[in-house]
Nanobody, 126 residues
């Protein structure tokens, strides 16, 4: 079972930038896709971005396209989400998720991810 630990959340003013990271461990010699989701208070969890094993395929929610960038460094077992031009509506708990072992195909569906981190809070003030 892969273990995921997010870090890098915090408070930032609107228009600012923030990078959140997700360190994963527990999977060796396996390929898998990774994703970021977020959940705002009293809202359902929503897809943010996803990336394939080698990073050759990425996908973004329309609400973050052009502002957020997902990337990964497999040598460091870490996935990143660079967030620029942040808006108050980006305020949420951000979760990273790992897809099933042996599959690099990316997805927007939370059910397609088998492991989740504990989340990191991102707050954007207006």
């Amino acid at each position: 079972q892969v273990r995921l630990v997010e870090s890098g959340g915090g408070l930032v003013q609107a228009g600012g930038s923030l990078r959140v990271s997700c360190a994963h461990s527990g999977r060796t010699w396996s390929i898998f896709a990774m994703g970021w989701f977020r959940q705002a208070p009293e809202k359902e969890r929503e897809f943010v971005a996803a990336i394939s094993w080698r990073g050759s395929s990425t996908d973004y929610a329309n609400s973050v396209k052009g502002r957020f960038t997902i990337s990964r460094d497999n040598a460091k077992n870490t996935v990143y989400l660079q967030m620029n031009s942040l808006k108050p509506e980006d305020t949420a708990v951000y979760y990273c998720a790992a897809g099933p072992s042996g599959r690099s195909l990316i997805s927007r569906q939370s059910d397609d991810f088998t492991s989740w981190g504990q989340g990191t809070q991102v707050t954007v003030s207006s």
